[in-house]
């Protein structure tokens, strides 16, 4: 009860502490949950609209953009307006956004929708925070606060990518937009008979936001992503339109930087960058994120040479759950014991990723097996968990409180868009150049003079006609058969050296985070919380 006593809900006088606290958790869930796309149904939607696996991801990314472009804005918009307003209208956005997303067979209205789901995601996540913080942590210790709050939200989105897949294999890909609108609707109903009414007029200083340099920012940023998630599609740079995007994005940048560097209300503080932890910081979370990103590599072996289906295939992100559960764990009693150096929890965290990739480079086979790949993705989750708790308690050590919010956008920019999109079409491109480089390497001794080569190819012809196929309809039955053989040892080799060298580059990076003087000191100082909390 005491604890009930400490959470930070505007709840009207006859309402109980318990209740408020239910209200807030019932507010939280749909928040955390919400995305404008959903990868665990990307194969389903891609077939239904008629549309790329790319473009999912796409709005996928320009969720996060949203996020972020949304934070620099909420110092000008939260004093003006209560916290009841901002949730009803942003929970109510987000409901009327995501039926869009069920209706439309544009894929831009769809990326558009993403977008400002995530916009509004910014606004609600910060109201939640200051709601649930006091009930998590009374003390205001960002690092005990970090630890109950991150694994909740990481959680949320590997259930809901399973809980996609099993809505759309079940029923349709639309129902997870509907699932998550009647949470939604069922928090506005929470919101309206829980939250007290305060007579305080809206006026939004539309004069002290930047909205020009918002939309620089926006644009840089989903043009970046463009060029990232496309590139392969389009072969990079023989497409005008990514050719186009190469060059008009390091200009929007420039203004950008231009204009916060002119402007009396800048939308960004610039001195963020100035703090040589936030850098350290945010290069960590782009290597953390790019390590963790290798999970497509799983998926291509998970669906095509295990034959998982989808739902197996997102139901292996769940054993990531306990790994941040751990992982929170050890960052709770870590920062509140601070027995040991900084550098040793980060090479701890980084060692989680060599196990990791180790374990898939030696169990990766023809004839492994869907168990394998538990220890794995609980590995990856506790390294995600622990790198992403310390280093966000890091970033802000030395930094101005005042420009903490802004940290917020510099963080999900790097973590949550940039890293993952980048992350993702490297792993996608360097395993399609090996998968044909390796068929190229083995088609050239598949010939009937092979032993091995003639047996499985004269096997399948047997096959074939005992089934009553023709002598030519058995000979192309027998030569697909054979491709898909090739294609698939070409995958292996193709993964077997892609995580070969991944499992070098973590053991490299573990090696040296041991050693690298994050603090002068043995002992870290404990970071109160600021509204950043992201």
């Known amino acids: 009860m005491v604890k009930l006593q400490a959470i930070n809900v505007p709840i009207r006088p006859w309402v109980p502490h318990w209740l408020g606290f239910i209200t807030a958790m019932v507010v939280m869930l749909p928040v955390v949950l919400i995305n404008g796309a959903y990868t665990g149904d990307i194969t389903e939607v891609s077939g239904t609209l008629g549309v790329l696996s790319e473009d999912i ?94 694994p909740i939200v990481f959680s949320a989105g590997q259930i809901s990518m399973a809980l996609t897949a099993q809505l759309a294999y079940y029923y349709q890909w639309q129902h997870m937009y509907y699932f998550v609108v009647i949470l939604l609707l069922l928090a506005i109903v929470f919101v309206l008979a829980f939250f007290r009414y305060a007579r305080t007029p809206i006026y939004i200083p539309f004069k002290e936001m930047d909205g020009k340099s918002a939309i620089l920012a926006a644009a840089s940023l989903l043009f970046a992503i463009y060029i990232f998630t496309y590139g392969k599609t389009y072969d ?47 290069l960590f979370m782009i290597i953390t994120m790019f390590f963790a990103s290798s999970s497509s590599l799983i998926t291509s072996y998970a669906s095509s040479i295990i034959r998982t289906d989808s739902i197996h295939t997102n139901a292996l992100n769940l054993w990531m759950l306990p790994g941040f559960i751990l992982g929170a764990v050890i960052c709770f009693w870590w920062f509140r014991w601070q027995r040991w150096r900084f550098r040793i929890l980060i090479s701890g ?16 086979t ?54 993952p999109a980048f992350s993702t079409a490297f792993y996608n491109n360097i395993l399609y150049r090996l998968q044909q480089n390796a068929m190229n390497i083995l088609s050239e001794n598949m010939s009937m003079d092979n032993v091995l080569a003639s047996k499985q190819y004269t096997q399948s ?73 992201v």
């Not at 472009?69 to 987000?94: E, F, S």
């Not at 060692?351 to 480079?361: D, G, M």
């Not at 930094?399 to 890293?419: C, D, E, G, Q, W």
């Not at 193709?494 to 002068?520: C, D, E, N, Q, W």
Request: proline share 4%; with cysteine.
């Open 236 to 282: 990079w740079f023989s497409s005008h339109k990514i050719l186009v995007y190469a060059l008009i994005t390091p200009i929007l940048v420039w203004l950008f930087f231009f204009r916060q560097n002119t402007s009396k209300q800048p939308y960004i503080r610039l001195e963020v960058l100035n703090c040589s932890k936030a850098l350290i910081g945010y």
């Open 57 to 150: 991801r796409m709005a996928y990314y320009a969720t996060s953009v949203g996020m972020a472009v949304a934070y620099p804005l909420i110092p000008k918009i939260r004093p003006v307006v209560t916290t009841k307003t901002v949730l009803l209208v942003d929970l109510l956005m987000q409901a009327i956004l995501s039926l869009i997303c069920t209706k439309v067979n544009q894929i831009d209205i769809v990326i558009a929708c993403s977008f400002f789901i995530g916009f509004f995601k910014g606004f609600a996540m910060m109201e939640i925070i200051f709601m649930i913080r006091p009930f998590f942590s009374p003390n205001n210790v960002r690092s005990e606060f970090y630890s109950y709050f991150y």
């Open 349 to 364: 965290g980084m060692f989680c990723f060599v196990f990791y990739f180790a374990i898939l480079y030696f169990g990766i």
């Open 366 to 419: 023809p004839d492994g097996t869907y168990e394998m790949l538990y220890l794995p993705m609980f590995l990856r989750g506790m390294g995600m968990m622990i790198l992403f708790i310390a280093f966000g308690v890091y970033v802000v050590e030395d930094m101005n409180p005042k420009l903490m919010i802004y940290n917020a956008f510099f963080l999900i920019t790097f973590r949550s868009a940039l890293a």
């Open 461 to 533: 012809l047997n096959n074939a006609l005992a089934q009553g196929h023709s002598i030519d309809e058995a000979a192309q039955l027998a030569t697909n058969n054979f491709y898909t053989t090739l294609q698939a040892q070409g995958l292996l080799l193709g993964l077997k050296t892609i995580i070969g060298y991944m499992l070098i580059a973590a053991l490299v990076v573990a090696i040296v985070s041991r050693f690298i003087p994050f603090h002068k000191t043995v002992k870290v100082a404990i970071v109160k919380t600021g509204e950043d909390m």
